[in-house]
């Protein structure tokens, strides 16, 4: 069974930054993809981030602002997310593959979400 619990949201002005945790629970973590997604409202659901091992993607609208970072030992995964602006408003989505299951900016490869956390930046 894998549970994901996100937090770190918030609402801040634009160029803030704000870092955002996902804690996961599973006897296995580290061989599997993690990834963050967003979704705001009437847009669909987006990739923004993956890791597996060293391996790591953005998306461009993210690319050279967010990080992405993971710490094995406390099994969780951070978003780290710099000089935000309006677009990045949204929900955030810690989501987890089903194990030794490649990385993918695509959702339906992703087995585990967690319930999510709001992200608003105002102008």
């Known amino acids: 069974q894998v549970a994901l619990v996100e937090s770190g949201g918030g609402s801040v002005q634009t160029g803030g930054s704000l870092r955002l945790s996902c804690q996961m629970s599973s006897q296995t973590y580290g061989d599997r993809c993690m990834g963050w997604f967003r979704q705001a409202p009437g847009k669909e659901r987006e990739g923004v981030a993956t890791i597996l091992h060293d391996t790591i993607a953005y998306s461009d609208s993210v690319e050279g602002r967010f990080t992405i970072s993971q710490d094995y030992a406390k099994k969780t995964l951070y978003l780290q997310m710099n000089s935000l602006n309006p677009e990045d408003s949204a929900k955030y989505y810690c989501?987890?593959?089903?194990?030794?299951?490649?990385?993918?900016?695509?959702?339906?490869?992703?087995?585990?979400w967690g319930q999510g956390t709001q992200v608003t930046v105002s102008s």
């Open positions: 989501a987890a593959t089903e194990s030794f299951t490649s990385c993918t900016m695509g959702a339906g490869r992703f087995r585990y």
